[in-house]
């Protein structure tokens, strides 16, 4: 568990690398600057040994095996997760996105990016198997892992270029820079990864520098430039490295996509507002992951709502912000969770796992209060350290600018916003 030289400049976009199977720094603790913390601290890396360590005690192991298989067997019906991820990786989502409106492109000016295609997942597919050598379709990041949405990206001559780059760092380098060219992408991914940099603030911060002129728009070669920039303590380097609100305020550019400092990742909430709904609210910022509404909104998992209307998105978003945040703790990988929305065994699985490994008797409603509480110790941190509920909104350019080609603007209003935490608000 590493930080690189983010970290110890203490940039506020540096992470914390975590080794893969292959022991590559590949897999980050990426979002919040958490590697300027260990790199204000003086601490570069910890090493886990695990000689002579033993597996935790499960409390009632013929139950935990049982439920662990009716959960393998819930991720195997359910194509994303038994398929689709494998095949494409989370870069299956740039077309998809791309044909729903809602992928941002040029600084968040218009939802669709003519050269989608050469920054797709069905191209990482197609160039990873043509190219051979050590790329690998079908690749996990940790042993175990049954989706394995993690391939390996060869270099044209079959070898290791970069893990297979993320559909958020795929477009924020991508759509939003103006850079059609899937190598090139691939290489910042990595060395994101050897810098120790969250990839989604730091390429969203090079489209904002480009939005401000530092940088010319869709110029590979400066963005090479900028990277190189971070690693070696460049002014421009630190100021990207630093995120996209930083990079925003130190070039006065006014269309800064970021809430409580936190960059927006790659859908554009004006064309999937429920997604919006979570980024304005959630309490750790612009965060996609904390209630993916991509699912009921484009990709019809765990039911539909409209995205371009605000009819059901508070509700979609605070379901899924609880739901989240009880299955992030437990330490499942997410990508767990289209099972879990569309298969009906899945969650009363992982229920009866916890049980079994712990001698708990929990139910299905324990996992809403436990996200509750989760979510309300999260806030309170926040009011505690001075950010207040003035901050849950989008920057104004979402409400005032129609995003082509639906030319929808983000309209759930902040009173409705306030709104999605209610269980707290009743007890005021
Ligand atoms: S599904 Fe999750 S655990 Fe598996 S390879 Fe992908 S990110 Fe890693």
Redesign the pocket.
Known sequence: ITIGRAGEFKLTAASIACTDRELRPM?HAGRGGVGAVMGSKGLKAIVVNPEGGKSQPLADEKAFREASKRFATALSEHPITSKG?AEYGTAVLVNILHEAGGLPTANFTVGQFDKHEAVSGELLNQLTKERGGEGKVA????SG?M????GILPDKKGKFQSKWPEYETLWCFGPHSGIGDLDAISKYDYMCDDIGVDTIDVGVAVGVAMAGGAIPYGDTKAVLDVMNGISDGSPLGRIVGCGAATTGRVFGVRRVPAVKGQSLPAYDPRAVKGQGVTYATSPMGADHTAGYAVTANILNSGGTVDPLKKDGQIELSRNLQVATASVDSVGL???TAFAILDVPDALPAIVDMLNAKFGWKLTGDDVVTLGQRILSTEIDFNRRAGITQAADVLPDFFTDEKLPPHNTTFDITHEELKTVFNWIEGKK
């Open positions: 897999r991820l690749h996990g990041c940790m892992c989706i394995r949405c993690s990988c997410l990508f």
